[in-house]
């Protein structure tokens, strides 16, 4: 078949050496008619997909509610044993994070290769620095022996220390493990959500060497980055919830 | 497939941000990273609902331009905004719940005999 518009300028990714299938370049799925319905269909599936994640955290956060209201003391107590610093250096590498999967998403609709390769690394970068973080401030936590539920066996020093920030006698803490339980649970299961992204970044970088994209095909960018900016967005809830209660 | 005139309606899929837009909203969203936890510092009564409203314009801010809902279709919007609105009826009942069943759970804890 000619070059039809929607195959514009794109040499190479024309479908001639695709003998089994249909007219259609290789980027574009042949049960779609042109590349908006296949944009737009795959949106569409992505947004379900956040929406589920958003009603997956909610539960979390419903939980956290709950315990919190339910124990308000403890989670004014429990607050220092986490480390604000950490905390928000973590809240500005994802954000920036966010901020160059954007722009990743921008090079690859305008076909900028070299800058969608460097942004993707950046972003891949933000988010192992990420983990790396996480993962010192839970060996800490660990050594500590703040763990949740039946584990929670805290060090003396560390009750000492918490009880001197919170201006009490360390005799009249209460057992915080519902708190690390709660924290537990949700920066855990952020952190997967952060190796997932990892992996499906790890993923998007392979195809952008191989010069999968172009103007007319970017969905996997486009995806991945919107499943990355929620995992910005949960954070974003994370931090004030965990780490400024005061 | 076939498009006859010089206009490609696929040309424009993507509607790419402007790096203004992007810049933009990085610089917001570290300014109110910085205002979050510097109310924090403050002891304020309120503090929860002050931080919570900050996340909620960043997380805004995020949703809009970074993730493009200001040039997505309308059915997206639908999506991502019945999503927190089911979150917050989801939270709702919950703590209508809670609350409803609160003296039944301190009277049974209190007609428990004592723990060693």
């Known amino acids: 078949m000619s070059a039809t518009a929607t195959q514009g300028s794109h040499e190479g990714h024309h479908d001639e050496h695709h003998d089994g299938h249909h007219d259609h370049p290789e980027w574009l799925a042949h049960h779609y008619e042109t590349p908006r319905q296949q944009h737009e269909a795959n949106k569409f599936g992505i947004w379900l997909f956040l929406a589920q994640e958003v009603l997956f955290f909610s539960g979390l956060f419903c939980a956290y509610t709950y315990y919190r209201m339910n124990n308000p003391e403890l989670f004014k107590f429990a607050h220092h044993f986490l480390d604000t610093k950490m905390g928000a250096i973590n809240t500005v590498v994802l954000i920036f994070s966010s901020f160059t999967m954007a722009a990743a998403v921008r090079c690859a609709q305008m076909e900028n290769r070299k800058w969608l390769l460097r942004n993707l690394w950046i972003t891949l970068g933000c988010a192992g620095a990420f983990m790396v973080i996480k993962a010192f401030e839970y060996s800490h936590k660990f050594h500590l022996g703040l763990f949740w539920g039946d584990s929670y066996d805290p060090a003396p020093e560390a009750l000492a220390d918490v009880a001197a920030k919170a201006g009490v006698a360390v005799e009249t803490l209460p057992s915080m493990h519902q708190f690390f339980s709660i924290y537990y649970c949700m920066t855990g299961l952020h952190g997967l959500h952060v190796i997932a992204g990892m992996i499906a970044i790890g993923w998007v970088l392979r195809r952008a060497y191989r010069g999968d994209f172009n103007r007319y095909y970017f969905s996997a960018v486009d995806s991945v980055g919107l499943y990355w900016h929620i995992v910005d967005l949960v954070w974003i809830f994370l931090f004030p919830l965990m780490y400024l209660i005061r | ?116």
């Open chain 2, 1 to 116: 497939m076939q498009h006859d005139d010089n206009v490609d309606p696929d040309y424009d899929l993507g509607h790419p941000a402007s790096m203004k837009s992007l810049l933009g909203v990085f610089g917001a969203l570290l300014f109110l990273t910085f205002v979050t936890v510097w109310v924090a510092e403050l002891h304020l009564e309120f503090d929860l609902a002050v931080s919570m409203f900050i996340a909620s314009i960043k997380a805004s801010l995020v949703a809009i331009w970074f993730m493009h809902l200001n040039h997505d279709s309308g059915i997206n919007r639908v999506v991502m905004v019945g999503s927190i609105l089911f979150f917050g009826l989801f939270l709702a009942v919950v703590l209508g719940d809670a609350n409803y069943y609160q003296p039944d759970i301190v009277e049974w804890v209190q007609d428990q005999p004592p723990a060693n």
